[in-house]
C-alpha cells in the first residue's frame, strides 16, 4: 500500500511538470515554423485564402492550389506571383520586380523574363494567348484573373496543438485516479481483526472429582 501511495504521489506530482514541458515545446516549434516563413505580404494581410480565377493561394501556408492540387513553386517564382498578386489589377514594373524579388539587386530583363517562364511554366500558361499573367511591353507583368479574398479556415489546426499536452494530461490524472481507486479499494477489502474471549473451563459432568 505504501507502494501504491508514492506512485500516486508521484503521479500528481510529474503532471504539472510533464505538461508545461509540452507547452513550451509546441510554443518553441511554433515560434521556429513561424521565425522560418519569409515576410508575408502586407496586401494579404499576414495570413489569406485569395481566389485566382481558378487557383487558389494560401499566403499563410505558401501553397498554391489549382483544382484542389498544390502547384510547386520555387521561393522566387512564389515572391513573383505574391508581388503580381499584390498589385493586381496594375502593372508591375522590372524595378518594382527586381525590388520584391531580388531585394533591389541590379537584374537584367533576360532574368526576369526567365522567371516569368517558369511561372508560366508552373501555371500552364501560354504567353501568346495568357490566362493569368500578361506582359505589357516596354512597361513590365500584370496578373489578369481577378482577385478575390475567401474566408478564412477553421482554426482546427490551432487548436490541434492543444491536443498532445492535453491528451497527456488526461492520461495522468486518469492514471492518478486508478490508483486512488485501487488504494481505497484495498484498505476498505481488509477485514477488521476480531477478539475470541478464552473462558475457565468448567467440568460438569456427574463423575467430576
Not at 8 to 33: E, F, N, W, Y
Not at 72 to 92: C, D, I
Not at 187 to 202: D, G, I, K, Q
Amino acid at each position: 500500500m505504501f507502494t501504491l501511495a508514492t506512485t500516486l504521489a508521484d503521479c500528481m506530482k510529474l503532471a504539472p511538470r510533464i505538461l508545461k514541458a509540452c507547452v513550451q515545446a509546441q510554443q518553441g516549434d511554433t515560434d521556429r515554423s513561424e521565425l522560418s516563413q519569409p515576410a508575408p505580404c502586407t496586401r494579404c494581410k499576414l495570413s489569406a485564402r485569395l481566389r485566382i480565377g481558378d487557383l487558389t493561394l494560401d499566403t499563410g501556408r505558401r501553397l498554391l492550389l489549382c483544382d484542389s492540387k498544390p502547384v510547386a513553386l520555387g521561393p522566387l517564382t512564389y515572391q513573383l506571383l505574391l508581388t503580381l498578386v499584390e498589385a493586381a489589377p496594375n502593372v508591375v514594373t522590372h524595378d518594382e520586380l527586381a525590388r520584391s524579388i531580388w531585394g533591389g539587386r541590379p537584374v537584367s530583363p533576360e532574368t526576369i523574363s526567365q522567371r516569368i517562364k517558369l511561372l508560366r511554366d508552373a501555371l500552364s500558361d501560354d504567353p501568346s494567348h495568357p490566362r493569368y499573367v500578361e506582359g505589357v511591353r516596354g512597361q513590365g507583368y500584370r496578373l489578369l484573373p481577378r482577385v478575390e479574398l475567401l474566408p478564412q479556415e477553421s482554426p482546427a489546426r490551432h487548436r490541434s496543438r492543444w491536443v498532445v499536452p492535453m491528451g497527456i494530461a488526461v492520461s495522468f490524472a486518469a492514471a492518478a485516479a486508478i490508483v486512488f481507486w485501487i488504494i481505497t479499494a484495498q484498505t476498505r477489502a481488509v477485514p477488521e481483526s476480531t477478539s475470541v474471549a478464552v473462558l475457565p473451563f468448567t467440568d460438569l459432568s456427574a463423575g467430576r472429582d
